[in-house]
């Protein structure tokens, strides 16, 4: 029961999200979040979220990632991942046998600049030309009848056209027949740069059984006052190898804050006692340099807006997604 109604919650997130950015997008008001990003940092979420889907499906998942590992390039990872997400996960859906290979690849390159190529092609369902002829279009599906079998607002695929118009490409492009699969494919410029350190490169193809889940190091103050959700954002860090230290309110944070070291905090906001603004607040007059992240399911943009302003690093949405968690962890932790 528990579990229905977490994964009710992040349907439900995920339209409000998608409704929210398609308003966005429409009043050109969408911010772009631009920073230096490796492959491994765009592909690792990616692959942690979707490699137990496929192999509930009985697919294979490949990851098919040819960039240089002494390479950062600069561009909004998390808007770049959110199209790889919603392109991945119809590919997944449609696809009843076979294979789902998502490949990424440097085009052109000089000194300073570069091309990423992004393609995921499948050996599902295939589309016709009619059928495609609809498939950008706000709240629509290929097939009406797709919307009762498999679910969906029909704005992931026109949001994701968009996104990729906003951060500077043509556009995704499609490649299908009926019942012979299908390849989306985009390409983005960004800036490139020598990597600040030493990184093992991927496997230039990684089958989802080979798929390792991110391991990292470090002690965590989660301040959360729902018990449900600490059992769930505790499970989740532990199984990624952090420490956790549990706190139900700000005043309760801040007392474990000064008794031991901490390498990053989750912040809840609404909380008894002392919420999350004052405790970060007050944390802060203590170390100004910890992370604190915001767990909230607040989901618009002024309050993501808030957080920063009273000393937050970042922002994380409830029920929390493990591809984002571990987004934000890699950008934090070791």
Excluded at 18 to 31: C, P, R, V
Excluded at 254 to 261: A, N, R, Y
Excluded at 299 to 317: I, R, S
Aim: charged share 20%; with cysteine.
């Amino acid at each position: 029961m528990l579990q229905k109604t977490h994964q009710s919650a992040k349907i439900l997130l995920t339209i409000l999200n998608d409704i929210l950015d398609f308003s966005k997008i429409e009043a050109g008001k969408l911010s772009l979040e631009p920073h230096w990003f490796r492959g491994r940092d765009l592909v690792r979420p990616l692959a942690d979220l979707f490699a137990p889907l496929a192999q509930k499906k009985g697919l294979r998942l490949k990851l098919a990632i040819h960039l240089d590992s002494q390479r950062e390039f600069y561009a909004d990872a998390g808007r770049v991942r959110q199209v790889l997400m919603n392109l991945l996960s119809n590919a997944i859906k449609f696809t009843s046998t076979g294979e789902v290979v998502l490949t990424i690849e440097q085009q052109a390159s000089s000194t300073d600049q570069t091309r990423l190529y992004f393609s995921i092609a499948d050996t599902g369902m295939g589309l016709t030309a009619e059928q495609q002829s609809r498939l950008f279009q706000p709240f629509s599906q290929a097939d009406s009848s797709i919307t009762r079998k498999h679910g969906g607002t029909g704005l992931g695929l026109v949001i994701s056209q968009r996104l990729v118009k906003v951060l500077g490409g043509e556009g995704i492009h499609l490649e299908s027949a009926l019942d012979q699969g299908a390849v989306f494919s985009f390409s983005l410029p960004c800036r490139v740069r020598k990597a600040t350190a030493e990184e093992t490169p991927l496997s230039p193809a990684l089958s989802s059984s080979l798929v390792e889940k991110p391991r990292f190091t470090g002690k965590i103050l989660l301040v959360e006052d729902n018990e449900i959700n600490q059992l769930v954002a505790q499970t989740q860090l532990e199984k990624l190898g952090l420490v956790v230290v549990l706190a139900s309110d700000g005043q309760q944070a801040l007392t474990e804050f000064k008794q031991q070291p901490f390498d990053l905090v989750l912040m809840d906001i609404q909380m008894p006692v002392m919420d999350g603004y004052q405790a970060t607040q007050a944390i802060r007059q203590i170390n100004p340099d910890i992370p604190i992240v915001a767990l909230t399911a607040a989901a618009m943009v002024e309050d993501k807006n808030k957080a920063l302003a009273v000393g937050m690093n970042d922002h994380l949405a409830k029920p929390l997604d493990a591809s984002a968690l571990i987004s934000c962890l890699a950008q934090y932790l070791q």
